[in-house]
């Protein structure tokens, strides 16, 4: 019997998300779907990720309409499947068990067929009520590993002492942190698979979020997984720093079950493997992926067009050349190297392979690896934020400092694997830190609230327990605190007077939608109220008055500065305020909460005294320096 390779489709989520910013309108997602019911992949990932917070906040559209009409139009064609954070969903705080046994049923009755499932720390504690509630509801559990590498050894992490902010840390003791046993081994990642199979997984996937997964440490993993579990097992993996084509091949070759992959105008790079490359290789091994090529082309004609419409967005801005594999012929050369991967997968060759993947890359137009994320061993997309950062602050002549300690960071906190969103976590610390020893500061002065919740205990258990030491160093307690759900308190949906007395959400699906991005949510909504209202009541719609001469001269005096100003050290949105005009503040004391890379910072005082004046509200975005707080 001919072997059968199954496929998911990454493309209208992680592949628009890994490399167009989630910003495709449900206008371009309609213009794709007709050929995808033809195309009848075994599953395509359409939801969850940044999904439902980028289709609110940039886009202004419904996640839950998104998940339904996709589900409409493929019908039973594929199934549809989304990514999740375990107990976090698609935030940062753990969820109570309620939430989320809300969040699967609602999402099951859109359509949704198949839930990712990880946890960022590898705990699977964390993903059992997932499991138990996407299985309660008629849909799969698909629950991932997620692949991470040991920090490196103590003479490549090394910070350099000739100059830069390194020369701070003096005499210091090697890195200490740094010396410990490999953790991250095949056997530690087989029995998380193990584990979470026993929870009732239905399949499990082998997810490299970095792309740092080499050939031949699939070519360990992949037979192992296959050995000793009873479920498919699928392969997750991005090109970003060029072994991802090599890899899917490799896993192809031992026998996984699933890959997934891109179509051509959305693949390589920071993105998975193009599926036409898949198709190619699996052709040359008689391996049957049960996937219509010609709809797939009639998809990747459309996406062509959209890819020109996203460009604004478009981190790699480079196109591969035009390609079809059923109707355009290979180079006698190029066909050569498709050849040469494979011979080079049986003879456990990777620098045979790599040569050749990267040539086949090369000559469609895909990206080149990027060096500087493989060299820093971490995701694509952090890599990116910490640069956003850093271009945020104008701090970038610190940038490779920043890198340099993410291995001690990292290690400080447990050994997290970087996805997110501890990659989030301890990029932006890392950047904060290299900040603060530029400028002579201890290195983790102004912790965000999700590092201290992290190395709290609030995430879960860390791969490695964390310092009694330095977790009161962070915290203030020297304790382990895990999370606690039994306090949660549900975001207030006020009634909304000046839309006619409705609620800001009107069923159970817009409650979930406040529960999960509250501040996003809440924009949306108020706006999407409005919006309703205003259809109803055309007459309300009236401009602005414009403020008097003598208005004007009032404000322009009320706002001249008359004492300290405590300002914005970063670009951020402003989660709360917490002092009133009025009230009496001692240095320290937190002013605000800001939002900044996706992570919460509270803003000390560093004054002591009277506040005057506030300058912010909740939900305003703030720029760098922007007045906060005025004190006196």
């Given at each position: ?7 998911r ?9 890994s490399?167009f910013a989630?910003?495709?309108n ?21 939801w ?5 917070d980028?289709v ?9 309409d ?6 409409e ?14 107990r976090?969903l ?8 309620e939430?989320?046994?809300?969040f699967?049923k ?14 960022a720390l590898?705990?699977?504690d ?9 299985k309660?509801?008629?849909?799969m ?11 490196k ?8 002492k000739?100059k830069?902010?390194f ?6 003791k090697k ?12 056997e530690y ?5 193990k ?21 031949s440490?699939?070519?360990s993993?992949?037979?192992?997984f ?8 699928d ?6 720093p060029?072994y991802?084509?090599?890899?899917v091949?490799t ?8 890959v ?16 036409e ?13 049960d ?8 998809i990747?004609?459309e996406l ?8 604004a967005?478009d ?6 050349k035009?390609?079809n ?5 290979l180079?006698a ?17 990777e620098n ?8 086949i ?10 060096e ?20 945020e ?6 940038l ?5 300690l993410?291995?001690s960071?990292?290690l400080?906190?447990g050994l997290p694997p ?18 603060n020893?530029?400028h002579g500061?201890p290195?983790?002065q102004n ?6 919740a ?16 330095f977790?009161?160093?962070?915290t ?7 999370y606690d759900?039994s ?5 207030d949906?006020?009634?909304?007077p ?5 609620r ?6 817009e409650?979930?939608l406040?529960e999960?991005?509250p501040?996003?949510?809440?924009t949306?909504?108020q ?7 205003l ?11 414009e ?5 004007l001269?009032?404000?322009s005096?009320e706002?001249?500065?008359?004492g ?17 005009e009025?009230?009496?503040v001692k240095?320290?004391d ?10 919460e910072n ?12 506030v ?15 005025e004190?006196?």
């Open positions: 019997m001919k072997q059968k390779l199954l496929i489709d990454l493309t209208l989520r992680d592949g628009q998300q490399s989630t910003r495709m449900q206008s371009q997602i309609d213009r794709v779907l007709p050929y995808y019911k033809d195309a009848a992949f075994y599953a395509m990932e359409v969850g990720g940044a999904v439902p980028a609110m906040r940039y886009l202004g559209e419904n996640p839950w998104r998940l339904k009409k996709i589900s139009a493929i019908g039973d064609s594929s199934k549809l499947a989304a990514l999740s954070r375990g976090n698609f935030g940062y705080a753990p969820y109570p068990d939430i989320i046994d809300g699967f609602k999402a099951v009755e859109c359509g949704l067929d198949i839930m990712r499932i990880f946890d590898n705990d699977v964390n993903i059992k009520s997932s499991v138990k509630s996407i309660k509801y008629g849909g559990a698909d629950c991932a590993v997620c692949y991470t590498i040991d920090p050894s103590d003479d490549e992490a090394e910070p350099k000739k830069g902010i020369g701070i840390f003096g005499k210091k890195e200490e942190a740094l010396k410990h046993k490999k953790v991250f081994t095949d990642f087989v029995n998380k698979a584990e979470m199979a026993a929870l009732g997984a239905d399949i499990i996937t082998i997810k490299d979020m970095s792309g740092l997964i080499t050939p440490r699939v070519a993993l992949v037979p192992l296959k050995q000793q579990l009873d479920v498919p097992v392969f997750h993996t991005h090109c970003t060029g991802g084509l090599a890899s091949l896993a192809i070759m031992k026998g996984v079950d699933i997934d992959t891109n179509i051509w105008y959305f693949a390589g790079g920071p993105a998975a493997p193009a599926i490359l898949v198709y190619i290789f699996c052709k040359k091994l008689g391996i049957d992926i996937v219509n090529m010609e709809a797939v082309a009639r990747n004609n062509y067009e959209i890819r020109k419409e996203l460009a967005y981190t790699v801005k480079q196109f591969p035009k390609f594999p059923l109707t355009d012929a180079p050369n190029i066909d050569k190297e498709f050849d040469n991967a494979i011979e080079a997968v049986e003879k456990n060759d045979a392979l790599l040569d050749a993947c990267h040539t890359e090369a000559y469609f137009g895909f990206p080149k690896p990027n500087q994320v493989k060299n820093a061993e971490i995701p694509g997309g952090m890599y990116t934020n910490m640069v956003a950062q850093l271009k602050l104008n701090e970038m002549d610190i490779d400092d920043a890198l340099k993410i291995p960071v990292r400080d906190a970087l996805v997110t969103p501890t990659s989030q976590i301890i990029g932006v610390q890392a950047v904060s830190s290299a900040i020893l530029k500061r290195k983790y912790s965000s609230n999700q590092f201290i992290l190395v709290k205990g609030e995430y879960g258990k860390t791969p490695v327990p964390i310092d009694p030491n977790r009161k160093q962070i203030g307690s020297a304790e382990e605190v895990p759900t306090n949660y308190k549900r975001q949906n006020p009634v909304l000046e839309f006619g007395n409705v800001l959400a009107k069923d159970e699906k409650q979930l406040l999960l991005f501040m996003v949510a809440a949306f909504l706006e999407l109220r409005k919006k309703e209202y259809d109803a009541h055309p007459e309300k719609i009236a401009g602005k008055e403020l008097s001469e003598e208005a001269q009032s404000q005096e706002n001249t500065k008359r300290n100003i405590m300002a914005s050290p970063m670009p951020g949105n402003i989660l709360e305020v917490l002092v009133n009025g009230d009496e240095r320290g937190a002013l605000v909460i800001l939002e900044s890379m996706k992570m509270e803003i000390p005082s560093e004054f002591s005294g009277k506040v005057v004046r300058y912010v509200k909740k939900g305003e975005n703030v720029g760098a320096e922007q007045p906060l707080v004190i006196v």
